[in-house]
T-cell receptor
C-alpha cells in the first residue's frame, strides 16, 4: 500500500484566497483524521471521520474551515478565506483499529 | 480535559547511550497510548502502541511502558544511534477516537 497520500505537499497563497487540501487514506481504513501542526500549539486534531461521517469537529478553529469526505478514498480540508495565522503543516491520518498512520503533510503558507 | 506533557523538550546524548523519554497525562481513563517518531519536514511514523490493559510493548531497541494509575508512559531507547535523532511524540486516546498529542521531545544523538 502507498500509505496515506496528501496533496499538495506545499502551498503558498495570499490572504483571502481559498485553499483546498486533499487526502487519500489507506484503503480499508474506516477512520480519517485532519491535524494541524505549529511550533506554538504543537499537533492539534481538527476533525475526524468514521465511515465517511464527521464524528467530532470541535477542533475546527473557525467557520472558515470545512472538511468533507465524499467517499472512503478521499477527503478535503478547505479554508476560505485564508489568513496568515492559518500557516502551518496540515496532516491527514487514517486508522483501522487502534493504530494511526500519517501522511507526509501539506505545508501551507499564507502571505 | 486531557493534557499530555513530554519531558524533556530536548535531549542531546552521545552515541551508544541508553535513554528514557517521558510522557505524562492528566486523565488516567485512557484507551491506549501511541508513541511516534517525526523526522524534520516529514510526517509521523508509529513506533509502539500500548493498550490500556498492557504494561509495556517492545520493538527492537525500543521499549514503551505504561502506568495508567500514575498517568505516565516512558519510551526507552537502548544503545542509541545517530539515526535515532528525531522528535518523539506520544499521543493518548481517551474513549472516543480523539487523540491528544504531547509537545514532543527533540532528540539528538551525537556520533
Amino acid at each position: 500500500d502507498a500509505g496515506v497520500i496528501q496533496s499538495p505537499r506545499h502551498e503558498v497563497t495570499e490572504m483571502g484566497q481559498e485553499v483546498t487540501l486533499r487526502c487519500k487514506p489507506i484503503s480499508g481504513h474506516d477512520y480519517l483524521f485532519w491535524y494541524r501542526q505549529t511550533m506554538m500549539r504543537g499537533l492539534e486534531l481538527l476533525i475526524y471521520f468514521n465511515n465517511n461521517v464527521p464524528i467530532d469537529d470541535s477542533g475546527m478553529p473557525e467557520d472558515r474551515f470545512s472538511a468533507k469526505m465524499p467517499n472512503a478514498s478521499f477527503s478535503t480540508l478547505k479554508i476560505q478565506p485564508s489568513e496568515p495565522r492559518d500557516s502551518a503543516v496540515y496532516f491527514c491520518a487514517s486508522a483501522e483499529g487502534n493504530e494511526q498512520f500519517f501522511g507526509p503533510g501539506t505545508r501551507l503558507t499564507v502571505l | 480535559k486531557q493534557e499530555v506533557t513530554q519531558i524533556p523538550a530536548a535531549l542531546s546524548v552521545p552515541e551508544g547511550e541508553n535513554l528514557v523519554l517521558n510522557c505524562s497525562f492528566t486523565d488516567s481513563a485512557i484507551y491506549n497510548l501511541q508513541w511516534f517518531r517525526q523526522d524534520p519536514g516529514k510526517g509521523l511514523t508509529s513506533l509502539l502502541l500500548i493498550q490500556s490493559s498492557q504494561r509495556e510493548q517492545t520493538s527492537g531497541r525500543l521499549n514503551a511502558s505504561l502506568d495508567k494509575s500514575s498517568g505516565r508512559s516512558t519510551l526507552y531507547i537502548a544503545a542509541s544511534q545517530p539515526g535515532d535523532s528525531a522528535t518523539y511524540l506520544c499521543a493518548v486516546r481517551s474513549g472516543t477516537y480523539k487523540y491528544i498529542f504531547g509537545t514532543g521531545t527533540r532528540l539528538k544523538v551525537l556520533a
